[in-house]
């Protein structure tokens, strides 16, 4: 089954950068369509996604993040990674990867089907 694992998370203080990674075990999407996301979870807030790439590289970002978060892949390590800059206190979340087999290029996460543990990110003031 397939598996994934972020790691990255950390304390940071505002202004600063953070560059989370997931990676993706048991999948290697060859020739299939498929789509990995970022989401975050803020304490007594919902779950909300952010940026996702698809197979064939495109990014998608939400407003909350565009400017501020770039998102890419390498396919040898079948790792994504989330460069987060400019953080602010409210970006504080379990920040979470999930899979998509999809590739519906989605920020909705009921149309994802596996997902990583999460890595907790604090943003100090």
């Known amino acids: 089954e397939v598996q994934l694992v972020e790691s990255g998370g950390g304390l940071v203080q505002a202004g600063g950068s953070l560059r989370l990674s997931c990676a993706a075990s048991?999948?290697?999407?060859?020739?299939?369509?498929?789509?990995i996301g970022w989401f975050r979870q803020a304490p007594g807030k919902e779950r909300e996604g952010g940026s996702c790439?698809?197979?064939?590289?495109?990014?998608y970002y939400a407003d909350s993040v565009k400017g501020r978060f770039t998102i890419s892949s390498d396919d040898a390590k079948n790792t994504v990674y989330l460069q987060m800059s400019s953080l602010k206190p409210e970006a504080t979340a379990i920040y979470y990867c999930?899979?998509?087999?999809?590739?519906?290029?989605?920020?909705?996460?009921?149309?994802?089907?596996?997902w990583g543990q999460g890595t907790q990110v604090t943003v100090s003031s």
């Open positions: 999930a899979l998509d087999e999809a590739g519906l290029s989605s920020f909705k996460d009921f149309v994802y089907d596996y």
């Open positions: 790439i698809t197979n064939d590289g495109s990014t």
């Open positions: 048991e999948f290697t999407g060859d020739g299939d369509d498929y789509t």
